[in-house]
């Protein structure tokens, strides 16, 4: 206990660095052209710039890698309480059919071709999580369970954040010359893009039909990080060990589970779900800067010209496949 409680200084310091991060970035994607991005990404090129100008001083070092960890898995978990169940209820069988079988086509395209070029497996994994879930929050979900190194987190945060950011800009383009009603075009938007905030971004273009139906499609897709969270911890156990049946599980998953229940059966109220999901974001964004103010110069040799291509060619694939079965199911 003396212990934990002498290292509070130390750890509050890094801290309030992380902190200090993640609210500048979050005023900087309110304006153009941080908007198309993100707060999350946002505060990842806000750690960075602070490491390569000013400098993170070593005593800090302790608190911002605690906000990385601990505070990422308590951003996650309360971010549960954005999404309400119901909502995905309501969409419909067809639009949870679309967003979970484009998840499942782009996971699978990118992690399969990435290994056939010989791109690293990890940052392959969670470049391939990231576009077909939900960004940043899946990559930085699933890399403790499969122990990746920062570098390798960050590189494949990066690469979702430039390719996500292209797309996302491109559908307010594309809109006019899709064929599609409010609707179908919120769906494709919350079907096929990565973070959450580009799915956003894209969908305004629609009107507030597509952007709420965005915003539920996109969730739908955030609430599918569970089983893959989990389906991944089980061949994580599997490969590294063949005989144990202990399964490293991600128990955050379960926190963002058990929040998501409370938001479906009323058990929170309208203030403090809206109190939850800002936390969430504040937390996810001291993560993120903190991932930031950690990457080493080296993270950016890390970056493959291959794994880039791979996310561009799978977040194509993603788009087309989720624009037919929009055209066919809706």
């Not at 290292?7 to 200090?20: A, H, K, M, Y």
């Not at 906000?67 to 309360?78: A, F, N, T």
């Not at 999901?277 to 937390?283: H, I």
Request: aromatic share 10%.
């Amino acid at each position: 206990m003396k212990r934990f409680a002498s290292s509070i200084p130390t750890l509050l310091s890094g801290v309030i660095f992380t902190f200090i991060a993640a609210v500048l970035s979050s005023a900087l994607a309110e304006i153009a052209p941080f908007s198309a991005m993100g707060a999350l990404v946002t505060a990842i090129l806000l750690g960075v710039f602070w490491r390569f100008t000013a400098g993170v001083p070593e005593r800090a070092l302790p608190g911002i890698t605690f906000s990385s960890r601990h505070l990422l898995r308590l951003g996650i978990i309360l971010l549960g309480a954005r999404l309400h169940l119901g909502d995905i209820y309501e969409a419909g069988f067809n639009a949870f059919f679309i967003a979970a079988s484009g998840l499942l086509i782009a996971l699978l395209f990118i992690y399969f071709v990435a290994k056939a070029l010989k791109v690293d497996k990890t940052l392959s994994l969670l470049t391939a999580c990231g576009t077909a879930i939900c960004g940043a929050s899946a990559i930085a979900a699933i890399a403790p369970i499969v122990k990746a190194e920062q570098k390798t987190t960050t590189a494949s945060i990066a690469i979702i954040a430039v390719v996500g950011t292209v797309f996302s800009i491109s559908y307010t383009f594309l809109f006019p010359f899709l064929g599609m009603n409010a609707y179908e075009y919120g769906v494709l938007s919350g079907g096929t893009l990565h973070e959450v905030a580009h799915a956003v971004a894209a969908s305004e273009a629609g009107g507030t039909v597509s952007e709420d139906h965005a915003l539920v499609i996109k969730l739908t897709r955030v609430a599918l990080l569970i089983p893959v969270a989990l389906g991944i911890a089980m061949l994580q156990s599997r490969r590294e060990n063949q005989s144990s049946h202990v399964i490293p599980v991600p128990w955050f998953i379960f926190g963002f589970l058990a929040m998501s229940l409370a938001n479906t059966f009323n058990l929170l109220s309208d203030f403090t779900v809206a109190f939850m999901v800002s936390a969430s974001y504040v937390f996810l964004g001291m993560a993120m800067a903190g991932f930031g103010m950690q990457m080493p110069a080296a993270s950016f040799k890390t970056i493959s010209l291959k794994m880039f291509t791979v996310a561009v060619c799978g977040s194509l694939l993603l788009s087309f496949s989720g624009y037919v079965l929009i055209e066919v199911m809706l």
